[in-house]
């Protein structure tokens, strides 16, 4: 949760009534995969089905209480989820390019945000994420492929082809060893099924 600056450029909260607050929603783990895996979505075979649903299930949400909800997938022009993130804390940016959380690590994503009319984020304490107070840093030494070494920042085609071809089977499968090699978060680690499929959708 964050307070709304005038930069955000954001739709009103209700009808009349500007937004003030940014409430993110996300998932964390793999807590939602069952939901989601037995969703209409999931199994219909049109594109982006992910975001399908999560336009869906957040959206019947704002409804129901009145309030407007973007997503990140909106655009172009996309919402700048990564910063509305660190503005709410408990978040880093992780060498991989993605946001790491205090407790959940690369385990989690936010899919939408909810536009609330009241101020609530006033007295909230935040706190950092991981990165900076990790010592040893062994995610950059995990790639198979060098995609992110300690010499290197990530490098998305190096990743994307390595996926695709030699590590079909191994990161492919199991998901980013990246992200498994991040002390942060091991709890919350994506299962096989859930893996395939978002390794799957970065490749497409």
Not at 38 to 65: M, Q, T
Not at 120 to 127: A, N, V, Y
Request: aromatic share 10%; net charge neutral.
């Amino acid at each position: 949760m964050c307070a709304v600056e005038p930069d955000d450029a954001l739709p009103e909260a209700a009808p009349g009534r500007p937004a003030l607050t940014l409430l993110l929603a996300g998932n964390a783990g793999s807590a939602f995969w069952p939901q989601f895996a037995a969703s209409a979505e999931y199994s219909d075979g049109a594109p982006d089905p992910l975001n399908r649903w999560s336009a869906r299930v957040l959206g019947d949400i704002a409804r129901k209480h009145g309030v407007s909800v973007v997503f990140p997938f909106d655009g172009p022009p996309y919402n700048p989820f990564q910063q509305w993130a660190l503005r709410a804390g408990n978040v880093s940016r992780s060498p991989l390019g993605v946001l790491a959380h205090r407790t959940y690590g690369l385990w989690f994503a936010y899919r939408g945000a909810f536009l609330l009319p009241e101020t609530l984020d006033g007295k909230r304490e935040r706190t950092g994420g991981p990165c900076e107070a990790c010592v040893d840093k062994p995610c950059l030494d995990a790639c198979p492929a060098a995609a992110l070494t300690r010499a290197q920042s990530y490098a998305v085609a190096t990743c994307r082809s390595h996926v695709a071809g030699a590590g079909a089977e191994t990161c492919g499968r199991r998901g980013c060893l990246i992200r498994h090699a991040c002390p942060f978060g091991q709890d919350y680690a994506y299962g096989g099924e859930q893996a395939a499929f978002h390794m799957a959708a970065f490749i497409a």
